[in-house]
């Protein structure tokens, strides 16, 4: 069983930065995949990046790449998202979510065991 507790979510003018943090519980994070989801109003929930166990291997929806970077610190059992020139089309609820296995594309909800309870971003225009 893995808990995942978001934070770092803010309100923040168009072209400003976040970093978001998602810290997990127990001592077995390090053989999850991690990711990063978002929901905006009225939208469903989708991809934004994702990290292999060691951190070795990055994934980036088309929308973020270049703009955001997703990285581990297994020592500290926490997955970050760092956020730079934001637009109002990122705001969201973003979640991350931990996935023991690969059977799934990783990109796809339903590869993720475990989910945080969200953390809101809002970028002003």
């Known amino acids: 069983q893995v808990q995942l507790v978001e934070s770092g979510g803010a309100l923040v003018q168009a072209g400003g930065s976040l970093r978001l943090s998602c810290a997990a519980s127990?001592?077995?994070?390090?053989?999850?995949?991690m990711g990063w989801f978002r929901q905006a109003p009225g939208k469903e929930r989708s991809f934004v990046a994702r990290?292999?166990?060691?951190?070795?291997?990055?994934y980036y929806a088309d929308s973020v790449k270049g703009r955001f970077a997703i990285s581990r610190d297994n020592a500290k059992n926490t997955v970050y998202l760092q956020m730079s020139s934001l637009k109002p089309e990122d705001t969201a609820v973003y979640y991350c979510?931990?996935?023991?296995?690969?059977?799934?594309?990783?990109?796809?909800?339903?590869?993720?065991?475990?989910w945080g309870q969200g953390t809101q971003v809002t970028v002003s225009s």
């Open positions: 979510a931990a996935a023991r296995s690969t059977y799934y594309d990783l990109r796809a909800l339903r590869a993720y065991d475990y």
């Open positions: 990290i292999s166990k060691s951190g070795d291997s990055l």
């Open positions: 127990g001592r077995t994070f390090s053989s999850y995949f």
